[in-house]
């Protein structure tokens, strides 16, 4: 059995919509297909998903909301009567249910919001259940109520509970094909909750784990993971095979193509994942496995992201000072902030973070907090940072990696701010100034891949 996820991408039309029946019906293991919410049909189009958010606001904010409510359901409307669906019913009730949604949640604005997200995905997959039923297949929406998908109650950051597994095993005994909505499960309260952005690739790959499925497929817009972001590199090696460890170190580190969080129900349960194109089936794609041989490739990929932060303090003796970087890291825990990385030396420490977090007065407390409860010599923030992260198995046994990234940042003139490695086994971290992150990758992946490149 295959459990296969079709993204925002696959779904974005009723030609994409075609694509995606035509492959269900090639294999008739594919009996479970998660769906997103219709996304972008070209460039600079508007997810379903962010009108949806769009919409939340504007009700939030007792703003005037019905131009968006429109988009969003002239959208299914066009896909249903590019497949010459006669679903009239279906699409009104689309925006009876939006409306509905909106008066019942008016005073809990964080439900509205799940709620009305959440939607985008599962009137896809009514439709398309019923396009694939219109078609001939016995083809069945399930709700991830009703599959079993329980989750914790953190509206827009849901972490799936292990008792959804034992729900989902009954899948396996259902006929036909079931479609199921992706992003969103439902608490132990009844409510609905949705996964951070991006998830259906997480309910896709909790779904395969569920029933055990012999293969996690999920169907994207390109023919494979390149071991760079296709957007910085022009045609960039296509990677054949991964390794869980390096997708998710990958994935968290700016490769948007496969969610970080989707790697663990699937590895925990031993399924391989296999990245392809609703374009172009055919192509072999990406697969993500326990292990690979990585004899001659050292280094699988190197991924970037921009937006993080350094807060860099210095305070003399901090080596003898017992409990200091519990202090430090306490009271960024009272205010809510995770951290990337913590260099350190004998009397410095930095502190990466993503910038966003310090938004209105956060950034000014939480230095005067660490000026004067921890008594340092100096504390700043240095901000338009961008994270490179070069990502391989075999990069442990490997003499000369790090030398390669220090001597090709040399050669492009870029000044390396700072560079982490050692707790984590197959990555390496330089942190850079933003303007130059794109020249950065460009670099490695001359100095890892390729003498030849044609940057964008
Ligand atoms: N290393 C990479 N390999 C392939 N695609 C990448 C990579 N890094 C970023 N991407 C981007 O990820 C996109 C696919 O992910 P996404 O937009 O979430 O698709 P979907 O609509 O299927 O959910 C690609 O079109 C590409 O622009
Ligand atoms: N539609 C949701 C969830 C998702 O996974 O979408 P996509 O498959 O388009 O990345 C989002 O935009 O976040």
Known sequence: MKVAKFGGSSVASAEQFRKVADIVCSDV?????????????????????????????????????DSVLEAIVKRYEEIARGLELSVSSLISHIADDLQQKIDTYRDAPDRLMDAIKASG??????LMAFYLYSLGLEAHYVSPREAGIFVTDEPGNAQILPESYEKLK????????LVIPGFFGYSLTGHIVTFPRGGSDITGSIVAAGVGADVYENFTDVD??????????????????????????LSYSGFSVFHDEALEPVYKAGIPVCVKNTNNPAAPGTWIVAERNHNDEPVAGIASDVGFCSINISKYLMNREIGFGRKLLQILEDEGISYEHVPSGIDNMSVILRANQLEGEKEKRILDRIQTELQVDEVHIEHGLALVMVVGEGM?????????????????NINIEMINQGSSEVSMMFGVKEEVVKEAVRALYEAYFSSHIHSL
């Open 29 to 65: 293991e594919r009996r479970i297909i998660v769906v997103s919410a219709p996304g972008k049909r070209y460039k600079g189009d508007v997810k379903i998903t962010d009108l949806l958010i769009q919409l939340a606001d504007a009700a939030i904010h007792d703003e005037p909301y």
């Open 121 to 126: 995905e599962d009137h896809n997959a009514r």
């Open 170 to 177: 009954d899948l396996r005994k259902r006929h036909g094909v």
């Open 224 to 249: 494979s993971i390149y071991c760079v972001n296709p957007a910085i590199v022009d045609h960039p090696r296509q990677l054949k095979e991964l390794t869980y460890r390096e997708m998710r170190e």
């Open 396 to 412: 442990e046994r490997t003499v000369g990696v790090a030398a390669k990234a220090t001597a090709a940042f040399a050669e492009a």
